[in-house]
C-alpha cells in the first residue's frame, strides 16, 4: 500500500515504460506489507501504550509510502542519448548532503523551469518530459532530492523543502537565471515541494500537476476504511499555502487520476489565491497527462509561461 507512485510514462507508444512496468510487477516486500498491517499494528500499539513503538512504525510507515526513490544507476544513465544536452550540477542544501540535478540549458530560451519531481523514481526516469520543455525554448533545471538518484542524504518532508530551495539558489545563483523568468514545475508530490518554496522564492509563475491539498486528505481519499490519516507524520500541507501566493498559477489534473483523485486536486486548485487557471485532461490518469493532453498539453503550458513572462516584464 503506497500513497504515490508517480513516474511518468515516457513512451507514448507503449502503454507502460520499463521502470512503470517493473514497480507494476514488483513482488510484496516486508516493508509494504507492514504498510498494509500498519494502521490496525497502530491501533493496537497505542492502546497498550506502546508510545516508542508507535513512534518507530509511523516513521516505517511514512518511509514506504511517501518517499519511494530510484538510486542511481537506475533509469537513463546517457541523456545525449535520448536527445536531451543535460549538464550535471551539484549543489548543497544549508547543512544537507550534496545534491545532484541537470541542467538542461536553451541557447534561446524565453524562461527557465525548475522542475520538482514527484514521490517516486528520479530525474532518469523524466527524460522525455524535460525535452518537451526544452523544445518549448525553455531551459530546464531538473533536481533529485535528497536520497533520490544520485543525492546523497535520507528524504523528509522537511530535508525536501530545503533541497527545492537550494536548487532555486544555485539557479539563480551560479547558473545566472533571472527569479523574473522563472517558473516552478510540480508534479505530484513535487506540487507540495513547489508551493512551499514558491512561499519565500520570488517567481514569475507555478506549475501544479495532479497535485494533492495535504497527506491527510490524500490518506482518507484513497483509503476510507483504513485509519492512515491518524499515523500520517508528514502533512505537506499545501492547501493552507496556495492561498498566500500571488503569482499566476496553472494547475493541471486528469480526470482519471486514480493517485491523486480530481476532487483533491480541484480543492487544492479552489484553495488557491487569484490568478489561477485549471486545466482538466479527460481521462487522463496520474502518470500520463502529457500523454492524454498531448499537443494541447505542451501549448496550454507554453501560453501560461508565456503569459508569466510577459507580465513579469512589463514596466
Known amino acids: 500500500m503506497t500513497l504515490f507512485e508517480d513516474t511518468p510514462l515516457e513512451d507514448a507508444g507503449a502503454e507502460r515504460s520499463p521502470h512503470d512496468q517493473e514497480a507494476a510487477?514488483?513482488?510484496?516486500?516486508?516493508?509494504?506489507?507492514?504498510?498494509?498491517?500498519?494502521?490496525?499494528?497502530?491501533?493496537?500499539?497505542?492502546?497498550?501504550?506502546?508510545i516508542g513503538a508507535l513512534g518507530y512504525l509511523r516513521g516505517r510507515y511514512q518511509r514506504n509510502t511517501v518517499f519511494l526513490p530510484d538510486k542511481h544507476p537506475d533509469g537513463v544513465l546517457d541523456p545525449g542519448g535520448q536527445g536531451l544536452d543535460a549538464q550535471d550540477v551539484w549543489f548543497r542544501a544549508p547543512g544537507g548532503p550534496d545534491l545532484h540535478g541537470w541542467w538542461v540549458s536553451h541557447p534561446e530560451a524565453s524562461g527557465t523551469i525548475l522542475y520538482c519531481h514527484g514521490s517516486s523514481g528520479s530525474v532518469a526516469h523524466r527524460v522525455g518530459i524535460f525535452r518537451e520543455l526544452q523544445d518549448l525554448g525553455l531551459s530546464v533545471l531538473a533536481f533529485d532530492y535528497r536520497g533520490y538518484g544520485r543525492s546523497a542524504g535520507v528524504p523528509s518532508e522537511a530535508g525536501l523543502f530545503a533541497d527545492a530551495r537550494a536548487a532555486y539558489d544555485h539557479l539563480v545563483g551560479p547558473l545566472g537565471a533571472s527569479p523574473a523568468e522563472l517558473l516552478l514545475f510540480g508534479h505530484s508530490l513535487g506540487g507540495a515541494v513547489a508551493i512551499d518554496a514558491a512561499l519565500d522564492r520570488p517567481v514569475a509563475g507555478l506549475v501544479i500537476e495532479s497535485s494533492f491539498t495535504n497527506l491527510k486528505d490524500m490518506a482518507r481519499a484513497l483509503y476510507p476504511q483504513a485509519p492512515l490519516h491518524l499515523i500520517t507524520r508528514n502533512e505537506f500541507r499545501s492547501i493552507?499555502?496556495?492561498?498566500?501566493?500571488?503569482?499566476?498559477?496553472?494547475?493541471?489534473?486528469?480526470?482519471?487520476?486514480?493517485?491523486?483523485?480530481?476532487?483533491?486536486?480541484?480543492?487544492?486548485?479552489?484553495?488557491?489565491?487569484?490568478p489561477k487557471d485549471f486545466f482538466v485532461v479527460e481521462r487522463a490518469g496520474h502518470n500520463d497527462v502529457h500523454l492524454h493532453g498531448g499537443t494541447a498539453y505542451y501549448q496550454r503550458i507554453a501560453s501560461f509561461v508565456e503569459r508569466c513572462l510577459d507580465g513579469s516584464r512589463t514596466p
Open 240 to 274: 493552507e499555502k496556495v492561498a498566500a501566493l500571488g503569482m499566476p498559477k496553472l494547475f493541471i489534473h486528469g480526470t482519471a487520476d486514480g493517485t491523486v483523485p480530481f476532487e483533491v486536486g480541484r480543492r487544492l486548485f479552489e484553495a488557491a489565491a487569484a
Open 25 to 50: 510487477e514488483e513482488p510484496v516486500r516486508p516493508g509494504r506489507r507492514l504498510s498494509e498491517a500498519a494502521p490496525w499494528i497502530a491501533a493496537f500499539l497505542g492502546g497498550i501504550g506502546g
